[in-house]
């Protein structure tokens, strides 16, 4: 058994084309789950794979599954909107092996008793849209979507849907609006919980393109032999994107928890190390949102639970390092102004706070800053995320409000010299 | 609003203190009831919620603890435990406060929402001092005219989603939206298609800043400056609250009050903005004399007496019956009840009405079960037979609107031509006039011809005796003759006789003039000529001998030479008798015409005389809405000139024929109205202005709904302009309430209530012959438009641009079968040969073989395309 | 007048059918419609509000809030440099200054020509190839300033046309099965979805104050 579970056949020529995924036992797993399995038992291998959803959150995929309002109409959305600052595996998994999304998608429609099934993916995944719908019209001439499904009764559509451009649809309830043809609003949770009121007032589970993209396996190999890769409530494998100051900048799957930060980083098959002569002096695991850890946390393995402990998130699984070269004022005011260009715009915190913080966080990389210009940002984050803390306590709708002050408030605290360098010297200390 | 002592009671903790509140209703509501106010800027009480300013976070116990939630979107659970005072919920507030003001103008000076604008009251109350912001603000090009009423100001926007909510899920009139994302949202309309919905003014009121702003309004006056009084809107007969407001003895501006019964605050623009008519320099302000060609100005007592030597000329050649009486809408029930009781108690003549032939006949009218605003909104099923009641009575259309679209009752609409409540529609059923008997006979039964129909009746639930259902009867096409919809209204009722009925006419005041016995045979309290009471006979010298002629009677005995004196007060046939033809040629052989109104309309022009009367806000009085609600209507302005109020005029006429009216005010008015109606009973001006103002008191009066309530509190943020009005002088507080006028001690009438007044019992149906439709003609559709012309319309400088213009309009099918083309001009004949020139308008939603007309917005002489002799009016197209 | 192209019109139409909702239909049709125009012209958003049974405003409430959705002209080629976190470390301010100086427009700008539109945009989600660009949503990466002036050229030279097609045209691979779940289904859908939403009105509506 090769190590690897999602990009198993990703480096095979025309991976993406449905005579090289039936080649490789494609739709064998969706056979075997509509002519041998009902759906609760799919369901039941899926909950003791113990696997986490990729999207973000790491919710239990068993376990959501299980929480779907039982309503006559029930929806599956695929989340692939893949816009989390440095996170680029989902599209990985789209463009190399489609047939796989689309096999889990349906696997997964059928194991919760869908009505229609979409695949929400970011608009500007051109290439990602062309493969994924020539592999849905294959897969409809292959007879593994439409009606009747391989002989075994069960029908479903599969609906490729692209996005067009927000940040924020990649948010559940965002998503489900954007697909109804609305703004990107995320939704009020309670009541909007998608498994109870989803997409058109109907229950809807929401699950990511790497969540999906390993159900064909789960299924074909049971839900232990996941289980039994990683540690803890860290199961299978994971996709991590890496990036920023390493050499090998890339999408490596790892099973979880098998290696540390500081391997993925310095391994000569996975992050190839630094540029010679320099150190890390900031990792920013699981995308922008999550808080920075420092080089003391090196040695912290690639789990679920391991980072939060260190007060961060796994996220997406992306992982960006800041070496000694780079100024992290100047990285944590970038980070903010994405925030600020991709806030949806409802909550008054968000929407105004994240400009207000991205300006004065550009006056002071620029070198015009004051030194109560700390206490006035981080003031400002305060009524955004109230306490500072870790996990956030929020003044807003969805999460995007407490993640801006993450980055902000981790250089601060992390790097304040840093800040009081650009003050006092009047401009940025760091040569670009 | 009321002192709802509801079923499911729970019992909350905030700030330590037990209240109660009805389950799932909302926190901040539930707080606001306890007299805890919670601040806010997008929470609306008649809105869906959007959670999107963020202003209302408290703390509520969860599974975590203590967090902060918004209190605009949290159903209040039993147990729950809020704490709305605290560091962190004021930090909390203070930070959107600051966030808010960082991109909003400072402006305050030059804006016309200063002085009643909740950002800045909350940021007086619970604001930040100095601003921290230093950076430049967010700029967007100053005002822009979104719509001939409305301007928009998108710096001072703070994207509360108010105004797009209503116009969306309210109005129904998507046509201004969020542009842009995050921090660039701006409101906006998409371009060259401006906010032309006739609703907009409710954005400008709702608006808690200074975005959105009237045109009519724009500089007028200051908060400060302004003195207010309640009244209700007499543009059509909803009867929608208003607070009236006017700074220097000029109206400046009306607002919606938020009645539960009846407007829910909204109104419509034609309403709102009609006040700048009042204020028209065009006003008629003292009595005019007709001297040839000229009319010459004259005094009240030379006016006066000449009248009176022409009704006792009259008389005296003849009887009474060579005298009538045209009432128009604009009448409060006390000017209705002074002229019937002049005309009928005093002159003994029975010629008066009040329907100028787009209504139907008081008798049937009378006969009808009354259903309320509510009943309809709520019943299993409703069915509309009616005029386009977007068109006549717009916020009617709101609550229907919202009725049908939440899933409270289905619709089903008959007729042929098409209307807004087609959208609505479950069935929309194109039934020809001659199917109507059938139908009414078959509306519910099981093997009904009309499956369809009958089938939605019966899936929900209406019984076979018509329990269940309201029926919304109107004029559908004004080219049909109104004994049609009576015929159909008759034998409907008779079929299914606890079926209830709403009239939506649109005329303001005809439930009143139906009430009060402004029509041919009726007294006051809907009885008959022939049953008049002992408690009449007591107030009243005479009773007519002879049951007298409705309008169209009238004027075609005035063609014959019949009638000597007439008294057009507040009409104007010429405008609005749906046979203009006929109006103008029996007013030129009338002796004597007097015309009591505020302008010189078309019909004045006729007259021999014209007295002054006040207008709308320059009198007091009460009005009955549709559902026979009654409500005050308060002076707030001096009326111009020698102006007098319609009521006082009859009192003199009467006065000068050596009678006596018998009152001096409007208060012995009503209670004489309470002594002779039983309809009326138990009311009286004191108790109708203090108790229950918002609400009215709905008539037949009922011994608990005398009962005192509370005045409805205040929310200052969904009324800012009424509740700051109110506060003048007042520091900005946090209580949401304006404390009522003192409760009134004694509120019941003596006695019980008189039994028997529901009505007066149903006529026979009589069905007319139809009209053959003559070759080569096409069915005319004669409708009725919001924004038809009218003097109202015509003396309001910013609703005159909203006129619409004569248009045909036909269906593309029937453009192709004339080969016609939009833009083209053609030539519309009647059947008696009158004709006159439109340009043609292409709209599929009118019916294949219709010709569409808009009453009102023409004026042609020799030209009527509804002749009251035709049941139904066909008319020919020719190419001009 | 109709804006799409009839064979457009009949791509819009299999658009509209795929969900129980039309308006879901939106975003796929602004983005056909660009693939005709380039851009989402006032004409065709009246044109899709039309199909959709909705104001233009709503179209246009919606499209605004999406980047790729451009109601002003844009570049045939819309090229777009990432200077979000990753792509900043490995230089993609300075890429896309360099940008600014070889097209001769500030971010945000379209060439006279009308060739380029250029804009900053945030992680395109290929920060292994940091600094990295789209042009019309094909990516190239890593871009030093020289790779960045062989592409302009390449571009203008109309060497990458079959890879890079003009600025709108998205995916080129349509859906060939319209949905194919029983009518059955999709109506019982329509029936369930009217009335959850009738019911979350209600709701609302009752929320708004307990009125009645
Ligand atoms: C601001 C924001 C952006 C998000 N973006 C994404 C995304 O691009 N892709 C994704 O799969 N999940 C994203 N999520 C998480 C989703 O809301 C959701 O949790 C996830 O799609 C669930 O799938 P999973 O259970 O398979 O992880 C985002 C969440 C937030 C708050
Ligand atoms: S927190 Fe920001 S992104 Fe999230 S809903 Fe509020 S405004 Fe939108
Ligand atoms: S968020 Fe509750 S009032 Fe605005």
Redesign the pocket.
């Known amino acids: 058994m090769s190590d690897k579970i999602v990009t198993a056949r990703v480096g095979i020529p025309n991976s993406y084309t449905i005579a090289s995924y039936l080649e490789h036992g494609g739709y064998q797993s969706l056979r075997k789950a509509l002519l041998e399995m009902t759906p609760e038992e799919v369901q039941a291998e899926v909950t003791a794979s113990g696997m ?8 239990e ?1 068993g376990r ?1 599954w299980s929480m779907l309002k039982q309503d006559p109409i029930r929806y599956l959305v695929v ?6 600052p440095s ?1 680029f595996k ?1 599209h990985l998994l789209v463009e190399n092996d489609p047939h796989q999304l689309v096999e889990g998608t349906l696997i997964t429609a059928y194991a919760i008793g869908a009505t229609r099934a979409f695949i929400y993916l ?1 608009g500007e995944f051109a290439l990602g849209l062309e493969r994924v719908q020539t592999a849905i019209n294959e897969a409809y001439a292959h007879g593994a979507i439409g009606r009747n499904i391989f002989g075994s009764g069960f029908s479903i559509d599969l609906v490729l849907q692209p996005g067009a451009g927000a ?9 489900i609006e954007s697909l109804e043809g609305k703004r990107g609003y ?1 939704r009020i949770k309670p009541p909007y919980f998608p498994a109870v009121i989803g997409l058109y007032g109907a229950p809807t589970i ?7 993209s390993n159900v064909p396996w789960i299924v074909a190999n049971g839900g232990k032999a996941f289980a039994a890769l990683g540690k803890g409530r860290s199961t299978g494998t994971r996709l991590f994107a890496l990036s920023g100051d390493v050499l090998r900048p890339g999408s490596y799957e790892l099973e979880m928890t098998s290696k540390t930060f500081r391997e993925l980083i310095y391994d000569p098959d996975l992050g190839g190390g630094l540029k010679e002569g320099r150190t890390v002096k900031a990792v920013i695991p699981g995308g922008v ?1 999550a808080p920075w850890i420092g080089p003391d946390n090196l040695d912290l393995p690639l789990g679920q639970d391991e980072v939060a402990q260190a007060g961060s998130m796994l996220g ?1 699984g992306s992982i960006i390092v800041l070496d000694d070269h780079s100024c992290a004022v100047r990285a944590a005011w970038r980070i903010t102004k994405f925030f600020n260009r991709e806030s949806c715009g409802q909550c008054t915190p968000c929407r105004e706070g994240s400009g207000w913080i991205e300006k004065i966080m550009h006056r002071i990389e620029m070198g015009s800053g004051t030194e109560s210009d700390l206490d006035l940002v981080l003031d400002a984050c305060d009524n955004i995320a109230p306490g500072l803390t870790w996990p956030p306590q929020q003044t807003t709708i ?3 409000g407490p ?1 801006i002050p993450s980055s902000v408030v981790s250089a601060i605290k992390m790097f304040r010299d840093e800040f009081m360098i650009h003050i006092k010297e009047e401009g940025c200390p760091f040569v670009h | 609003m009321s002192t709802d002592v509801s079923q499911n009671l729970i019992t909350i903790s905030v700030d330590g203190k037990e209240i109660q509140a009805k389950s799932g209703e909302l926190l901040i509501e539930a707080a606001e009831k306890a007299g805890i106010f919670i601040p806010r800027f997008c929470f609306h009480n008649r809105l869906p919620q959007v959670g999107m300013c963020r202003m209302c976070l408290v703390e509520v116990k969860g599974p975590r603890g203590f967090t902060l939630q918004p209190s605009c979107y949290l159903p209040v659970t039993e147990g729950m435990e809020v704490i709305t005072e605290s560091e962190k919920v004021q930090k909390a507030q203070d930070g959107v406060l600051e966030f808010l003001l960082i991109n909003h103008p400072l402006d305050c000076p030059t804006c016309d929402k200063g002085g009643e604008c909740p950002l800045q009251d909350q940021t007086l109350t619970y604001g930040p001092g100095e601003s921290r912001f230093i950076e430049e603000k967010r700029h967007w090009e100053k005002p822009i005219a979104i719509s001939e009423l409305v301007y928009l100001d998108r710096e001072r926007c703070i994207q509360c989603d108010r105004c797009t909510r209503f116009a969306d899920v309210v109005a129904g009139d998507a046509l201004i939206e969020f542009f842009g994302r995050g921090d660039h949202t701006e409101v906006n309309v998409f371009p060259e298609r401006p906010f032309s919905s006739y609703f907009s003014g409710n954005t400008v009121q709702i608006c808690p800043v200074g975005a959105l702003t009237a045109s009519p309004y724009r500089f007028k006056a200051r908060p400060w400056d302004l003195s207010q009084i309640e009244s209700s809107c007499n543009t059509c007969s909803m009867g929608c609250r208003i607070m009236v407001q006017s700074s220097q003895n000029e109206l400046t501006r009306y607002l919606g009050l938020d009645s539960d019964a009846v407007n829910h605050g909204w109104l419509c623009d034609k309403g709102r903005f009609g006040f700048e008519a009042i204020n028209s320099d065009e006003r008629v302000t003292v009595p005019l004399l007709r001297k040839g060609d000229e009319f010459v100005e004259t005094t009240w007592a030379s006016a006066l007496a000449l009248i009176a030597s022409k009704v006792s000329g009259a008389k005296a050649g003849g009887d009474a019956n060579r005298i009538g009486f045209i009432l128009g809408s604009r009448l409060t029930n006390e000017d209705i009840y002074a002229w019937v009781k002049l005309a009928k108690g005093v002159i003994g003549t029975d010629n008066v009405d009040s329907q100028l032939g787009d209504g139907l006949r008081g008798e049937v009218i009378a006969g009808l079960p009354r259903a309320t605003i509510s009943e309809a909104v709520t019943a299993k099923a409703v069915l509309a037979f009616t005029g386009d009641i977007k068109e006549e009575i717009p916020v009617l259309f709101l609550r229907m609107r919202e009725a049908v679209r939440s899933g409270k009752t289905k619709l089903v609409t008959i007729g042929t031509r098409s209307s807004s409540l087609d959208e609505l529609s479950e069935v929309k059923a194109n039934v020809g006039i001659d199917q109507l008997q059938l139908l009414a006979r078959e509306l519910v039964s099981s093997n009904s011809k009309f499956a369809e129909i009958a089938s939605v009746f019966s899936r929900q639930g209406v019984s076979s005796d018509g329990e269940g259902l309201v029926v919304l009867l109107g004029r559908e096409n004004l080219a049909v003759d109104q004994s049609v919809v009576e015929a159909f209204a008759v034998e409907l009722s008779r079929a299914l006789p606890k079926a209830r009925f709403l009239v939506t006419l649109r005329a303001t005041n005809f439930a009143g003039s139906v009430d009060l016995g402004a029509a041919p045979r009726l007294l006051p309290g809907r009885s008959l000529l022939e049953n008049a009471s002992a408690a009449l006979g007591q107030k009243w010298t005479r009773l007519p001998s002879q049951v007298g002629r409705g309008v169209k009677e009238m004027f075609k005995g005035a063609l014959q030479g019949e009638l000597d004196v007439v008294f057009l007060v507040g009409s104007d046939p010429r405008a609005d008798y749906v046979d203009s033809e006929l109006a103008d040629s029996a007013l030129d052989r009338v002796g004597f015409v007097v015309s009591v109104d505020t302008y010189l309309s078309g019909s004045t022009l006729k007259a021999d005389l014209v007295l002054p009367a006040a207008a709308f806000a320059e009198k007091s009085g009460t009005t009955t809405n549709l559902e026979g609600r009654v409500f005050t209507l308060n002076q707030k302005v001096t009326p111009p000139g020698v102006c007098r109020t319609d009521w006082t005029i009859a009192s003199e006429i009467a006065l000068e024929l050596g009678d006596d009216l018998g009152f001096s005010s409007v208060s012995e008015i009503l209670d004489e109205i309470a002594d002779v109606s039983p309809l009326h009973w138990g009311l009286s001006w004191a108790r109708l202005s203090k108790m229950a103002t918002v609400e009215g008191v709905l008539v037949p009066v009922s011994g608990t709904a005398l009962s005192i309530r509370p005045r409805a509190m205040l929310d200052q943020v969904s009324t800012p302009g009424i509740a700051s009005v109110w506060n003048q002088g007042l520091a900005s507080s946090k209580t949401a309430y304006v404390e009522g006028e003192e409760e009134v001690g004694e509120v019941s009438p003596v006695g019980t209530p008189p039994n028997a007044v529901s009505g007066m019992g149903l006529m026979e149906p009589i069905w007319p012959l139809p009209s053959i439709q003559p070759t080569g003609y096409l069915n005319l559709a004669y409708v009725q438009k919001l924004y038809s012309r009218g003097e109202h319309l015509k003396n309001s400088p910013h609703l005159s641009r909203l006129i619409v213009e004569a248009k045909c309009r036909i269906s593309s099918h029937t453009a192709k079968q004339l080969d016609l083309e939009s833009g083209d001009m053609v030539r519309i004949i009647d059947k008696v040969g009158g004709e006159a020139s439109f340009e043609v308008e292409i709209d599929d939603a009118v019916s294949r073989g219709t010709v569409e007309l808009t009453r009102g917005s023409f004026a042609v002489s020799g030209f009527s395309p509804v002749r009251t002799d035709e049941t139904v009016n066909y008319v020919k197209l020719e190419r001009a | 007048m109709s804006f799409f192209t009839p064979e457009n019109l009949e791509k819009a139409q299999v658009l509209v059918g795929l969900y129980p909702d039309k308006r879901s239909a939106l975003i796929p049709l602004c983005h056909l419609a660009q693939s005709q125009h380039g851009h989402l012209s006032k004409e065709a958003m009246e044109e899709i509000a039309e199909l959709l049974g909705i104001q233009p405003a709503e179209v246009m409430g919606t499209a605004s809030f999406y980047d790729m959705l451009h109601t002003e002209e844009v570049g045939k080629y819309l090229v777009g440099v990432c200077t979000n976190v990753a792509c900043l470390l490995g230089g993609g301010q300075e890429l896309l200054d360099h940008a600014s100086d070889v097209l001769g427009v500030p971010p945000g700008g379209t060439t006279e020509d009308g060739m380029f539109t250029l804009e900053e945009v945030e992680c395109v989600a290929h920060c292994d190839k940091a600094p990295c660009a789209q042009v019309n949503y094909r990516y190239f990466g890593p871009l030093a300033n020289d790779d960045f002036d062989n592409l302009v050229d390449d571009l203008k030279s109309g060497r990458l046309s079959d890879s890079v097609p003009h600025h709108g045209v998205l995916s080129r691979v349509f859906r060939d099965a319209p949905p194919m779940v029983s009518l059955e289904i999709i109506h019982e859908e329509r029936r369930v979805m009217d009335e959850a939403k009738k019911a979350r009105l209600a709701a609302q509506s009752q929320e708004a104050g307990g009125k009645q």
């Open positions: 986490l959803g990729r999207g973000g959150a790491g919710f995929t959501k989340n692939g909107d893949e816009s989390e996170t989902d970011r940040y924020i649809c990649g948010e559940e309830t965002a998503l995320p929401v699950n990511n393109v790497e969540t999906m949102s997406s969805c999460v995007l993640s």
